[in-house]
């Protein structure tokens, strides 16, 4: 059993950033692959970002890329989202994320597969 627990989520202006964090139970983190998602109202939730359970391995949606930055730090059992130049249409419900064991990151952006999900956090990003 894992449990995830974001936070940094807030209001901030356009071109401006914002650091989520995800803090996760369990003694299994440092082996399964994390990521974070996101749901804006009226839409399917997405995938933002990937990370494998060693952090050599990265995917991005085409939207984020050069702007969002995803990392891990496995002794504190917690994955981070920076989130730089942020535009109106990040706005959304950020969610944190984590793959069943044995599946890479790359199978988890493509494939959507998740097996823990935290409760969201909200990023509102005004024009």
């Known amino acids: 059993q894992v449990q995830l627990v974001e936070s940094g989520g807030g209001l901030v202006q356009a071109g401006g950033s914002l650091r989520l964090s995800c803090a996760a139970s369990?003694?299994?983190?440092?082996?399964?692959?994390m990521g974070w998602f996101r749901q804006a109202p009226g839409k399917e939730r997405e995938f933002v970002a990937t990370i494998s359970s060693t952090g050599i391995s990265v995917y991005y949606t085409d939207s984020v890329k050069g702007r969002f930055t995803i990392s891990r730090d496995n002794a504190k059992n917690t994955v981070y989202l920076q989130m730089n130049s942020l535009k109106p249409e990040d706005t959304a419900v950020y969610y944190c994320?984590?793959?069943?064991?044995?599946?890479?990151?790359?199978?988890?952006?493509?494939?959507?597969?998740?097996?823990?999900w935290g409760q969201g956090t909200q990023v509102t990003v005004s024009s």
């Open positions: 369990g003694r299994t983190f440092s082996s399964i692959a």
């Open positions: 994320a984590a793959a069943p064991r044995g599946t890479a990151a790359q199978t988890m952006s493509v494939m959507r597969r998740v097996e823990y």
